[in-house]
């Protein structure tokens, strides 16, 4: 009899339904929070390793719900992905990215790339092309500005219907990341074939390259891939000295991280923009 109250309590187990009813609760809320003005851009800048240069900067949506407060996009992208809102999010993020970046162009602070997070339902999605064509036309930021990422996961789906959107995409002109490098299952074939732009190294291996030496191997060969394969690579999550420093002297083009700068909301990148092009 114990044992089936034990059973009987997990099955109502109140952390469960906490959980299941919060997700449902962020769906719900989570429906309304474009047309509220809940979400927002953040900006960070990526730089080339060696000159010091700027490269870029990531766009990492952020939502700030009346009734939550901020919400991580670890939390919600997934929910977002769970109720097919991500397609909608996505486009607007899309649209909302070029038309920031072209306005800044034009007010002289230009950003040599900007890059968009993509979820693979959208990738899946039968309008990404067109989105990212109308969000192009609509800026009129050039297409070869544009960087889509895209994690290895979605690499892992109906291989025909991801070739095709990437070939639709690259013929708009813009190029292609894979997010998150090395924590998928890719092949070089599979890259090859995808006509990808650049490889991202996912901040896990940054993390371990000092300390660990299988780590350190394989940064390593990440990198002599890509430059062997001609693709571009940055790592991200860089929040050391040492850290840049290891990248840099393995040829690692460009980097991402904290220590280079947090994502910023667009007001205050657009002062750090402004710096840069005064000196
Ligand atoms: P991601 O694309 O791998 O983005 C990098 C994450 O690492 C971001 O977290 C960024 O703030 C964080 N980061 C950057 N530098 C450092 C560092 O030096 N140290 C550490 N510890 N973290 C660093 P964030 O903004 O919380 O985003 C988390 C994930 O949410 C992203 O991972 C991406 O997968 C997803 N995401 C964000 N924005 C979007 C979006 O617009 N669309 C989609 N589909 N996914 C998004
Ligand atoms: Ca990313
Ligand atoms: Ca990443
Ligand atoms: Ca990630």
């Known amino acids: 009899a114990k044992a089936a109250g034990r059973n009987a309590f997990r099955f109502y187990d109140p952390q469960m339904n906490v959980e299941a009813s ?14 509220r003005g809940e979400l927002h851009l953040h900006f960070q800048p990526y730089f080339h390793l ?121 013929a708009l002109g813009v190029r292609l990341a894979i997010d998150d490098f090395g924590t998928g299952y890719s092949s ?12 991202k190294i996912d901040q896990s291996f940054v993390r371990d390259a000092l300390a660990s030496p299988s780590t350190t191997a394989i940064v390593r060969a990440i990198v002599d891939m890509a430059r062997a394969m001609e693709l571009e690579v940055v790592a991200e999550g860089i929040e050391t000295a040492a850290e840049r420093d290891f990248l840099a002297a393995t040829h690692c083009a460009m980097g991402q991280g904290y220590l280079f700068a947090r994502p910023m909301p667009a007001d205050q990148f657009e002062a750090f923009l402004a710096v840069r092009a005064a000196g």
């Open 22 to 35: 919060e997700r449902s609760r962020l769906r719900w809320l989570l429906a309304h929070a474009i047309e």
């Open 50 to 170: 060696r000159s010091g240069e700027l490269a870029g900067a990531e766009v990492l949506l952020r939502w700030t719900s009346a009734e939550l407060g901020p919400v991580g996009p670890n939390q919600f992208i997934p929910v977002a992905e769970d109720g097919g809102q991500i397609v909608e999010i996505g486009a607007w993020v899309l649209r909302e990215a070029c038309a920031q970046v072209a306005t800044w162009q034009r007010q002289g602070l230009a950003l040599p790339a900007v890059a968009v997070n993509l979820s693979i339902l959208q990738f899946r999605h039968g309008d990404l092309v067109q989105q990212v064509a109308d969000a192009l036309r609509d800026s009129g930021l050039p297409a070869r500005q544009l960087e889509l990422e895209i994690t290895e996961s979605v690499l892992m789906h109906e291989t025909d219907k991801v070739f095709a959107t990437a070939d639709n995409l690259k």
């Open 188 to 199: 070089l074939a599979y890259l090859k074939r995808l006509n990808v732009d650049k490889l």
